[in-house]
């Protein structure tokens, strides 16, 4: 599957038509059941990604604007959340590092940004070999990841999902 080009402010109408039909093909590929579980999710994208996933929270204050972080080692992936958020927006956090592994995204500088021991001891070992994360960055690659979140609540949480307001935005 190629990369997919997001859109943005003063973006074509064929650019957004792209992004949506990348996203409807990427979150049907997962094979999903109607309602599926978030451990349904979660084991259909490690599927995916051909390795074990691991999700956690961290807490501390050096994670600044990043809201979720995503890691691949030679063994597996780890994705962390910020301890200090809301329920709903960890859970969106989560899934918005889903959409980054679904979209086999490696162009995130993430790694020059955030301090070497951030993760401290979570149980991460082993060379880091990609790692995105979800923050304030607005890139074709974060709004692609975003849209994935979103589609995946939507398939978890049918009419359920809420909007930005949800996030106090």
């Known amino acids: 599957m190629e990369k997919s080009t997001a859109t943005g402010p003063g973006s074509s109408g064929q650019a957004s038509a792209d992004l949506a039909a990348t996203v409807r093909s990427v979150v049907d590929e997962l094979g999903l059941s109607p309602y599926p579980t978030w451990e349904e999710v979660q084991a259909r994208v490690s599927a995916r990604f051909g390795k074990p996933l691991h999700v956690a929270a ?7 604007s990043v809201t979720g972080l995503f890691l691949e080692v030679e063994e597996g992936g780890y994705i962390f959340y910020r301890e200090s958020d809301s329920p709903i927006y960890q859970q969106h956090s989560v899934l918005h590092e889903f959409g980054h592994i679904l979209l086999d995204d ?3 500088r993430i790694l020059d940004e955030l301090p070497r021991d951030l993760v401290g001891d979570s149980g991460v070992s082993g060379a880091i070999t990609r790692a995105a994360a979800r923050g304030l960055e607005v890139s074709a690659t974060e709004l692609a990841a975003e849209a994935i979140g979103y589609a ?3 398939r978890l949480f049918g009419s359920q999902v ?3 307001s949800a996030f106090g935005l």
């Open 58 to 64: 961290l807490s501390g204050d050096e994670w600044a």
């Open 106 to 108: 490696d162009d995130c």
């Open 152 to 154: 995946l609540a939507e």
């Open 162 to 164: 809420l909007g930005e």
